[in-house]
């Protein structure tokens, strides 16, 4: 398979300032890969390298198997990007925005008006931006980032301002766009909206690439302990305790829930021994690390 893109030992220098530092990798086709960091870990470089906005001051950059810094409108035009902070022509409509960023992409302004209900602005579409709430602004950010139906989608930041439900419509779009095979990046410090919503996690620090995998992967690596929560029958507390050794970690909430930490060793055990109390258990659930724990793990690993 074809890499959409190919990082290979990129530096980038601002004068004594290194941005970014000896990162490598690839992205493919269909995937949806999360991008995380702390402000100033690197971030929207990558995305700025990626884009052919800026060059590397050393490795090489490869995004559908040309510089993109050179890259010409055809590779552009495969491109969708929706930056942190959108800004936008005040004095124009809504509809107007998109059929300059349509046109500058040799594309049909046919498609607008769907693309403008699509993200819940067609009732808006002849309103002046100057009126929009940053919110509505955000969204036709990422309307402008749609336009052609990009292969790669680099989204830095993108669910700010969206209300809650806005947010599960902009997900189902990221599937749609995945379901085509198209491949988006999504930059976002809300970690807990990506966990459920990506494939695979690059997690940069200080301009280094510290973790790269899927979440279950990074959680092999990790070897945090997960959380077993067990549900106990009304006055089987100190039996069940009994049963499972009661170990340091063990907390208890109302006399009817139990909660263990358990390493991976440990996990299979507890599990064998919650199963064997029968009826004194009337459910078990296993919580795994969270991305935010993770991210945490992999960050103190870094630390001097």
Known sequence: MTSLVDISHVNKRYGAIEAVRDISFTLEPGQTVALVGHNGAGKTTLIKLMLGLIRPTEGSIRVFGEDPAAGGSKTRRRL????????????????????????????SVDGIRALLDRV??????ERRIGTYSKGM??????????IGRPRLLLL?????????????????IV?????????VVLSSHVLTELEERTERVIIVNRGRLVADGTLDELRRIAELPATVRLSVAQGGMEKVRDLLGAPASARTFNGHRIEIDATPAEKIELLRRATGAGELIEDIDVIPPSLDELYAHFLRKEAP
């Open 80 to 107: 969708g990007y929706l930056p942190e902070s959108v800004s936008f022509n005040t004095a124009l409509t809504g509809r107007e925005v998109l059929a300059f960023y349509a046109r500058l992409k040799s594309e």
């Open 137 to 146: 602004r955000q969204r036709l950010g990422l309307a402008q980032a749609l």
């Open 156 to 172: 830095d930041e993108p669910t700010t301002g969206l209300d809650p439900g806005l947010r599960m419509e902009f997900y189902e």
């Open 120 to 125: 819940g602005l067609a009732k808006a579409a």
């Open 175 to 183: 599937g749609e766009l995945r379901e085509r095979g198209a491949t």
